[in-house]
C-alpha cells in the first residue's frame, strides 16, 4: 500500500473556477511535505514545502495546508487557469536517517477547460 | 542558471540490451538523486548521491542497474541486461546540501524496453 494516497484520481473544472486536492499520508515521521506540479513529458515543479510545525503555505494562487495530527493535506488552487492543467503530486520526506528521498503519491491529474 | 538536464530524452532498446542515462545536476548540487516512473505507478526513489559517494541505493530494483557519479559532477544510470519491466520514465533531480533540501527535477529519460 502507497504510504501517499492522493484523491480524486483526476478532476475538471472550468477555466475560473476553484478547486481543492487532497492528500493523505502515512508516512511518519516526517521532515516535510510537498506538493508538486507536473506538465506532460516534463519534471515536476515544486510548488510549496512544508514542515512538520506549518498549517499552510501558499505560492501565487496555490495554497497548501497540511493537518500533522490527522495526517492530511490539501492544495487549492484559486481562479484557475488552462495552464494549471497538469498532473499535482503530494510528495512526503521521511525524518531521520542520512538520505533525502522523496516518497509520492500518485497523483491528481486536473484538466481545466475553457 | 541550467537547470537539471538528462540525455537522452527518450530510448528504445530491445531486451537483453544495455542502456545508460546521464544527468547533469544544477551546478553547485552535491546531492544528486534518480527515480523511476513506471506506466501507472507513482515515482519511486531508486539512489541518492552526495558528492560522489552513494547515500543510499535503497530503491534500486536489483543489480542489473548500476549508477555512478564519477567526480561528483555527473550522473549515469546503466541498466545491463535490460528487461521488458525497465520501461518506464528515469528522473533525476539535484538539491543543495541544506535544508529543506529543495529538489530540482530534470525532464526525464523514456525508456521503452521491447
Known amino acids: 500500500k502507497n504510504q501517499v494516497e492522493q484523491s480524486p484520481q483526476s478532476l475538471i473544472i472550468l477555466e475560473g473556477k476553484n478547486c481543492t486536492l487532497q492528500?493523505?499520508?502515512?508516512?511518519?515521521?516526517?521532515?516535510?511535505l510537498r506538493w508538486y506540479k507536473q506538465d506532460t513529458g516534463r519534471g515536476p515543479v515544486s510548488l510549496t514545502i512544508?514542515?512538520?510545525?506549518?498549517n499552510t503555505k501558499s505560492n501565487g494562487r496555490y495554497t497548501a495546508t497540511l493537518d500533522a495530527d490527522t495526517k492530511q493535506s490539501s492544495l487549492h488552487i484559486t481562479a484557475s487557469q488552462l495552464s494549471d492543467s497538469a498532473s499535482y503530486i503530494c510528495v512526503v520526506s521521511p525524518f531521520g536517517g542520512a538520505t533525502n528521498k522523496l516518497i509520492f503519491g500518485t497523483g491528481t491529474l486536473l484538466a481545466v477547460q475553457p | 542558471e541550467a537547470g537539471v538536464t538528462q540525455f537522452p530524452s527518450h530510448s528504445v532498446i530491445e531486451k537483453g540490451q544495455t542502456v545508460t542515462l546521464r544527468c547533469d545536476p544544477i551546478s553547485g548540487h552535491d546531492n544528486l538523486y534518480w527515480y523511476r516512473r513506471v506506466m501507472g505507478k507513482e515515482i519511486k526513489f531508486l539512489l541518492h548521491f552526495v558528492k560522489e559517494s552513494k547515500q543510499d541505493e535503497s530503491g534500486m530494483p536489483n543489480n542489473r542497474f548500476l549508477a555512478e557519479r564519477t567526480g561528483g559532477t555527473y550522473s549515469t544510470l546503466k541498466v545491463q541486461p535490460a528487461e521488458l519491466e525497465d520501461s518506464g520514465v528515469y528522473f533525476c533531480?539535484?538539491?543543495?546540501?541544506?535544508?529543506?533540501?529543495?529538489?530540482?527535477f530534470g525532464p526525464g529519460t523514456r525508456l521503452t524496453v521491447t
Open positions: 492528500c493523505n499520508y502515512t508516512v511518519s515521521p516526517f521532515s516535510n
Open positions: 533531480a539535484s538539491s543543495q546540501a541544506r535544508s529543506p533540501y529543495e529538489q530540482y
Open positions: 512544508m514542515t512538520f510545525s506549518e
